[in-house]
């Protein structure tokens, strides 16, 4: 099951102060709007998404269809098929893509330890 390209989506107190810190780390902004309190950085190959007042904790995040870049990649395992497949490992969904449709979707799964993992799907 290939999940595509991974993030640590981090739910933050101020987007300002946060763009900041990682900024001194060497990310870069590369998407997103501090107006609308989100943004995507990178520093290499690493990802993290600062998100200020859009959910309660920090996540873990795959986007299926997407390289480490960013880049659209020509296979890829649809949500929809990685739903599938979590539900027959009994794993429960916290929510679900609708089955019926195509393109965009995204799922959410909770760890044992309570962590959330979204799987986000944007092609």
């Known amino acids: ?19 900041d810190f990682y900024s001194k780390l060497g990310f870069q902004i590369i998407g997103g709007s501090a ?29 299926p269809g997407w390289d ?6 020509d296979s ?3 949500v929809r098929e990685i739903q599938r497949k979590l539900k027959e490992f009994d794993i429960s969904l916290a929510s679900e893509a609708n089955e019926e ?3 965009p979707a995204s799922l959410m799964v909770i760890d044992p330890d309570g962590n959330p993992i ?4 944007h092609r």
């Open 1 to 19: 099951m290939d999940l595509g390209s991974f993030s640590v989506s981090l739910s933050v107190k101020n987007i300002e102060v946060s763009r």
């Open 35 to 63: 107006q609308e309190n989100w943004l995507i950085l990178r520093n290499g190959d690493h990802v993290i998404g600062l998100f200020q007042g859009m959910f309660e904790k920090n996540m873990l995040t795959f986007n």
């Open 68 to 73: 480490q870049q960013g880049n659209e990649k």
């Open 76 to 78: 890829f395992t649809d």
């Open 101 to 103: 449709t195509r393109g």
């Open 118 to 121: 979204l799987i986000d799907q």
